[in-house]
């Protein structure tokens, strides 16, 4: 099956500080999706990005399928941003969505 | 927004007993899904249903699995005697149709003793 990859698998910073998440993919997808999972395990999605670049206030996203990876990149941190990232990928319409293994992001003041 | 909702949000129950993890999709989504993530581990997929029957499964989803969605709204998990090794976050999701995002619900934290 389809391999996720995330790097760095762990990420501390202080507060303020910019970072780049990434992930890569094994084989051409047709979905990905970038999610947050805080402290409670809720998984937030941030972004549905199969392609191209997105931004979400201070977050953004970029999905460069031909290569097949994804970066995401949060500026300014602050301590509501600790938690887990995770990058999930459908390798074929109508299938699961696959995890990657995740970055943990602790984020202090 | 709309909401993927489920219940209960923590349970604990004894070993060799059934659980049954109750989950509410999107109004109007068509696909359904239910993954488990293990204290510390990445989320994992166990089972899609779409269209009144299950469309994918992974090797995880054994014989002590069933899904089933036993009226217009609820989605539910059975695991009919559950082991040590079952307990996990389990996340029931939802889509509106191919191609578009997957929505979580914020999981039940099951416990087996």
């Known amino acids: 099956g389809i391999q996720v990859e995330q790097s760095p698998p762990d990420l501390i910073l202080q507060e303020g500080a910019n970072s780049t998440l990434r992930c890569n993919f094994s084989d051409s997808v047709n979905n990905l999706q970038w999610f947050h999972q805080n402290p409670w395990g809720q998984l937030i999605n941030l972004f549905y990005?199969?392609?191209g670049t997105k931004q979400n206030g201070r977050l953004s996203a970029t999905t460069v399928a031909t290569e097949r990876y994804s970066l995401l990149y949060i500026s300014s941190s602050q301590t509501t941003d600790s938690g887990v990232y995770f990058c999930?990928?459908?390798?074929?319409?109508?299938?699961?969505?696959?995890f990657g293994k995740g970055t943990t992001l602790s984020v202090s003041s | 927004e709309p909401e993927v909702t489920q219940t209960p949000s923590h349970q604990v129950t004894q070993m060799g007993q059934e659980v049954i993890l109750r989950c509410v999709p999107i109004s109007n989504h068509l696909y359904f899904y239910w993954y488990r993530q293990i204290l510390g581990q990445k989320v994992e997929f166990l089972v899609s249903f779409y269209n009144n029957e299950i469309s994918e499964k992974s090797e995880i989803f054994d014989d002590q699995f069933s899904v089933e969605r036993p009226d217009g709204s609820n989605f539910t998990l059975k695991i009919r005697s559950t082991k040590l090794e079952d307990s996990a976050m389990y996340f029931c999701?939802?889509?509106?149709?191919?191609?578009?995002?997957?929505?979580f619900g914020n999981g039940t934290r099951l416990t087996v003793t």
């Open positions: 999701a939802s889509i509106q149709g191919i191609g578009s995002p997957l929505h």
């Open positions: 999930a990928v459908v390798k074929q319409a109508g299938t699961a969505l696959i």
């Open positions: 990005i199969p392609s």
